[in-house]
């Protein structure tokens, strides 16, 4: 038997229920298993969303929550682990149309699966979660894309999220100058400068809807909220600039023009830690292992058990947790 919080139908709020887990895993993990003990998961604003019933995220019913597992082997149909291995795996469908982290048992498969590296331990991978891994992918893609330190000022969108929260730490720890952008300044500015931003903007400068050009302002950006607020640091990202999009919490829209981009050879692209291959997994968990303040990371974390998810959900959705939020599933 296993404890595990359940969507059961469409629209419905999940349960923390007893399941035996044999028969409700019976058909996951694909062709090559892994079964796990569940040591962490994490709570993210997208698991909120699934445990509250709310639209976008759970696509099968009924379903486990949780898009972020940290675990160890039991047992493997593949021959790239073995029982006792420690693993991470981060989306792959988990927590959405596969079951996912709010249980003491998965079945996964093995496609996204990535051994939890040396110098970071289950409760801070888990901290790190699919916020940091996608703070990380989004850090690597200003990289690839030629956005290097002393280009100028990078700003973070949402700052004192789980995203932001990492990626002002990672930028901060490659020597970019990171501007936070947030709005509850007053409330966090202390936090956000211990995590290394060099200075705070009110997210309201953002927000509102603006010209298709403005002044240039940013090398570029990591983006969390979407709508009136990207299009608005595409006008401002300076020429070659590049801004990076991983999250719509203002909306899923994008009222901007062709004009950055044509004018000012801006780039937009994305950070998908649900799709990312495999690669660019090991690539992330591997900087991630060798670059993140662990410290800093410890600043920024809460741990709750499984029984107080629910609860936690509320709180994620209504802009009331800041950083990151493990979940200890032996509490």
């Excluded at 009924?62 to 029982?83: K, M, N, Q, Y």
């Excluded at 959900?313 to 802009?319: E, M, N, S």
Aim: proline share 5%.
């Amino acid at each position: 038997m296993a404890k595990a919080i359940v969507v059961t139908d469409k629209g419905a709020q999940g349960r923390l229920l007893d399941i035996d887990d044999e028969e409700f895993f019976e058909n996951t993990g694909g062709e090559h298993p892994v079964d796990l003990d569940v040591l962490y998961s994490s709570l993210n604003f997208k698991d909120g969303l699934a445990l509250l019933g709310r639209p976008g995220v759970v696509r099968e019913w009924p379903l486990v929550p949780g898009i972020d597992i940290v675990g160890r082997v039991t047992a493997s149909a593949s021959d790239r682990f073995e029982p006792g291995d420690l693993v991470v795996l981060n989306g792959d469908g988990i927590g959405e149309h596969r079951h996912g982290g709010f249980a003491t048992r998965a079945r996964v498969r093995p496609d996204a699966l990535v051994p939890l590296p040396n110098g970071i331990s289950p409760a801070q991978a888990a901290a790190i979660g699919t916020a940091g891994f996608t703070a990380m992918i989004a850090a690597l893609a200003l990289q690839d894309n030629g956005v290097l330190p002393g280009a100028g000022e990078v700003v973070v969108t949402g700052a004192a999220g789980g995203v932001g929260s990492v990626a002002i730490a990672l930028l901060a720890g490659r020597g970019y100058s990171v501007v936070a952008s947030t709005g509850r300044a007053e409330e966090q500015g202390d936090y956000l400068k211990s995590l290394g931003a060099a200075r705070l903007i009110d997210r309201s400068v953002l927000a509102e809807p603006g010209r298709p050009l403005q002044s240039q302002t940013w090398a570029g950006a990591i983006d969390s909220v979407g709508s009136h607020t990207l299009a608005n640091l595409l006008a401002q990202t300076n020429y070659g600039g590049t801004v990076v999009a991983c999250g719509l919490a203002q909306g899923g829209d994008l009222p901007t023009s062709v004009m950055p981009f044509i004018l000012r050879s801006v780039t937009l692209t994305g950070a998908n830690s649900v799709e990312a291959p495999l690669a660019l997994r090991e690539r992330a968990w591997t900087d991630l292992a060798a670059e993140l303040d662990l410290d800093a990371l410890a600043t920024m974390t809460t741990t709750i058990g499984l029984d107080q998810v629910l609860d936690a959900a509320d709180r994620i959705l209504a802009g009331e947790v800041r950083g990151r939020t493990v979940v200890d599933l032996s509490l």
